[in-house]
């Protein structure tokens, strides 16, 4: 497990979550794919000693399958997740025009809540799942 | 897994409710005799896939605990799906919902047998991936928004869970939970406890304990009604149902302050979102977070009384949840809204319908003679046993709270006016929707079940905590199988 492989991890780590916590689809689906592969390079790099391939047969020592059954297993998921995530983001464009991740309902209702400045009935807004 | 292959390929919708209903039946009686099994035969029922020895082999175990929640969810899954058969909603429109409420179930039963870390983690993503599809399926704005968020936020999950997966393997060289009760112990204690927090804040987000919760009430309104119901009687259970073998199995080591104290906030952060909110789902969603609150509760006290009472709350919460919504679903459906201020007067319509929500209502809130009054008084009784009066008192202020706001639905929902203004000869709400309400009253009557006999549940808590807490016969049971 060498240096700069552990060093990759870390910057693939941080990456994806800076994406991930950006506003646009888009970037939260290449973040989501950035960390998915810092999550499988996390497996075989902790997981695996360097050796020969693991069938029988070859010769010198081979390495440990078991993590790169997990590893393929994990990419395969992760693949269908960005998948149905682009499906999501595509849909999220046609409806708002942008792929901008809108806030959470209850964010929008008290900003505009504060945004009114002379309500003085006091009674917010109810407008809650069903816009 | 049959069954939804099968329903890929046959797209007409009756013959796709047939398959759904023969394949989830056929289910539950397995597991119905796994559940036996467990009762009288072994006390843990194992099987290794392939035969291979146990620290390499696809073990699907089931102790008590496993089949009693697999036998749930399968039946809530089944009583659920005539529910949506009944709406008319997308289960007939899209010829994707029964293959994949399928494999939702397949998920959902697959993480409670599994045996292996990676196998629960094969299970989650299988449950999870059917759980976004199903939540965006009618592909509604809010639906598309909604989903974004839990997508997101899921996969963040499924990539904190893998780590962890990745580092257990790398520090114990097994993710097998027969094997790694072992190997966990002989690991440095700095190591332990960093995968054992890991594990925690994957199974935490799953859970929606504090302060991972913030996913659930911005996602779970957004679904179909008989989706949310699904959603949110299994799915967050799954979470806590892998919290607690994650701290009974694999890291035995009695109480944990950090657990008790997570469980303390979940339970009064959960409830007053609940009060603060004008929409039912949007409340019941918020409710779910503050029960898991007593849940995690039990496990955090971690003395076998203390186990048998998270049996039991898992038990009574995911029967009453999915009432609670499914009820809220017909609400609704007959009328269009879901909110305070758009519904009222329910119970001038159907009495019936006021009632099939007063029960889990108040059992919700933990009044006796209902099944929450028994799952409370178990908590609580045990936090008092090991002196820890702040929990205590969490609990019994969350109690009184979700009192509160049950309150709040009913004169919001069912007192007072009826709006939207309907005809007078307009027919009974239950009667215009008899599958969605054969299906609410049976687990009505299901909920009802448990607190009538609530003692022979009780005593199989007990011995399920007892088998919990001695994870030597669930790792002898799966060598030796």
């Given at each position: 497990m060498s240096l700069t492989l552990t060093f990759l991890i870390g910057v693939l780590f941080a990456s994806g979550t800076y994406l991930v916590l950006q506003r646009t689809m888009t970037r939260i689906i290449i973040g989501v794919g950035v960390l998915a592969n810092g999550v499988n390079f996390l497996i075989l790099?902790?997981?695996?000693?360097?050796g020969s391939a693991p069938i029988v047969g070859v010769e010198g020592e081979p390495t440990d399958p078991v993590p790169q059954a997990?590893?393929?297993?994990?990419?395969?998921?992760?693949?269908?997740?960005t998948a149905f995530l682009a499906a999501l983001a595509w849909r999220l464009h046609g409806i708002e025009g942008s792929d901008v991740v809108e806030d959470d309902v209850e964010d929008r209702r008290n900003d505009r809540i504060r945004s009114v400045t002379d309500d003085t009935s006091g009674a917010p807004d109810h407008e809650d799942v069903r816009e | 897994m049959l069954g939804a292959a099968l329903n890929v390929v046959v797209r007409r919708p009756v013959a796709q409710r047939l398959v759904s209903f023969a394949v989830l039946t056929t289910s539950l009686a397995v597991a119905v005799a796994t559940l036996i099994e467990t009762i009288s035969g072994d006390?843990?029922?194992?099987?290794?896939?392939?035969?291979?020895?146990?620290?390499?082999?696809?073990?699907?175990?089931?102790?008590?605990?496993?089949?009693?929640?697999?036998?749930?969810?399968?039946?809530?899954?089944?009583?659920?799906?005539?529910?949506?058969?009944?709406?008319?909603?997308?289960?007939?429109?899209?010829p994707v919902y029964h293959p994949v409420y399928l494999v939702l179930v397949a998920g959902i039963s697959q993480a409670f047998y599994a045996g292996d870390l990676f196998n629960m983690f094969v299970a989650f993503e299988l449950l999870l991936m059917a759980s976004y599809v199903l939540m965006t399926l009618e592909a509604r704005d809010e639906q598309v928004?909604?989903?974004?968020?839990?997508?997101?936020?899921?996969?963040?999950?499924?990539?904190v869970f893998l780590s962890a997966l990745?580092?257990?393997?790398?520090?114990?060289?097994?993710?097998?939970?027969?094997?790694?009760?072992?190997?966990?112990?002989?690991?440095?204690?700095?190591v332990r406890t960093g995968i054992n927090l890991l594990l925690l804040v994957a199974f935490g987000m799953k859970a929606a304990v504090f302060p991972l919760y913030f996913w659930l009430p911005d996602a779970y309104p957004a679904a179909p009604s008989s989706v949310t119901a699904v959603l949110a009687g299994l799915l967050t259970k799954v979470g806590a149902y892998a919290i607690l073998r994650t701290e009974t199995l694999l890291f035995p080591g009695g109480q944990s302050n950090l657990i008790m104290v997570i469980a303390g906030v979940t339970m009064i952060v959960g409830v007053v979102g609940a009060i603060s909110h004008r929409n039912v789902k949007r409340i019941l969603s918020f409710h779910i977070v503050s029960q898991i609150g007593y849940i995690v509760m039990g496990i955090g006290l971690a003395t076998e009384a203390a186990i048998a009472a998270t049996v039991f709350s898992?038990?009574?919460h995911i029967l009453v949840k999915t009432s609670l919504f499914l009820v809220g679903g017909i609400v609704e459906h007959v009328t269009g809204e879901s909110s305070f201020d758009k519904v009222g007067g329910m119970v001038h319509r159907s009495g019936f319908l006021g009632v099939l929500f007063l029960v889990p209502a108040l059992s919700l809130a933990g009044l006796p003679p209902f099944s929450g009054f028994l799952a409370k008084f178990l908590l609580i009784r045990e936090g008092l046993d090991e002196a820890r009066w702040w929990l205590v008192g969490a609990a019994a202020v969350a109690g009184i709270l979700t009192l509160v706001s049950m309150t709040q639905i009913w004169v919001g929902i069912f007192w007072g006016e009826v709006k939207p203004a309907v005809e007078p000869h307009v027919r009974g709400v239950l009667r215009q929707v008899p599958l969605m309400s054969t299906a609410t009253i049976a687990i009505v009557i299901a909920t009802l079940l448990v607190a009538a006999f609530a003692g022979p549940i009780h005593d199989f808590s007990m011995s399920a905590a007892r088998v919990l807490l001695d994870p030597s016969i669930y790792i002898e049971a799966v060598r030796g199988s």
């Open positions: 790099a902790a997981g695996s000693r360097q997990l590893i393929l297993t994990a990419i395969v998921i992760g693949f269908a997740v | 006390d843990v029922v194992a099987s290794r896939l392939g035969g291979w020895p146990s620290n390499i082999a696809i073990t699907l175990v089931a102790d008590r605990l496993s089949a009693v929640m697999t036998v749930i969810a399968l039946s809530v899954s089944a009583v659920v799906l005539l529910y949506a058969v009944g709406q008319r909603g997308v289960d007939k429109t899209s928004r909604s989903g974004a968020t839990y997508v997101v936020l899921n996969v963040i999950e499924s990539a990745g580092l257990v393997f790398a520090a114990t060289g097994t993710v097998s939970m027969a094997e790694l009760p072992e190997r966990l112990a002989a690991l440095p204690d700095g898992l038990v009574h």
